[in-house]
């Protein structure tokens, strides 16, 4: 997918999340109620669309078997945003995706990529951090 083409994937998910779902708003022009609608669930949203950027990225790089976000089993709620399998052998990359540099700790996602790394296979953990996306190589 191009860059024009992404850009209007994203505009028109936003259209539809927040324009054509609350219509009615529009209609009766209530734009205050519109608006805070949005700056409300907009963190949230963003959030969402910044992993799908970054999945996208990854995909683009024809370097990953398998892209998709991590849930540890049953009993507990740790996620990883995006775990990204590599064509290689035995390596993948872990990564904690967030809006601002300041809300990234590397101590929780090393805590979270640990179960993984204890399933039997040996991975060398590093830490990188890059403007709001910040990831760990297994």
């Known amino acids: 997918m191009n860059g024009i083409s992404l850009w209007i994937h994203i505009f ?6 927040y324009f054509d779902r609350h ?12 608006q ?5 669930d907009y963190p949230t949203y963003s959030g969402i669309m910044l992993e799908r950027y970054f999945k996208q990225q990854f995909a683009e790089s ?15 709620q740790n996620e990883i945003d995006i775990v990204a399998l590599k ?9 904690e995706v ?3 540099k300041k809300n990234f700790k590397p101590e929780p996602l090393a ?8 399933k039997g296979v040996a991975y060398n953990i590093r830490f990188k951090s890059e403007i709001s996306f910040y990831f760990i190589p297994l």
């Open 12 to 17: 028109i998910r936003f259209w539809f999340n």
């Open 23 to 34: 219509r009615s708003l529009i209609e009766i022009k209530n734009f205050v109620g519109l």
């Open 36 to 40: 805070a609608i949005i700056k409300s």
């Open 62 to 76: 024809f370097q990953y078997r398998a892209i998709g976000s991590w849930w540890e089993p049953k009993g507990n």
């Open 87 to 95: 064509l290689k052998k035995n390596q993948a990359i872990a990564a």
């Open 98 to 100: 967030k809006r601002q």
């Open 111 to 118: 805590a979270k990529v640990e179960p993984i790394c204890k």
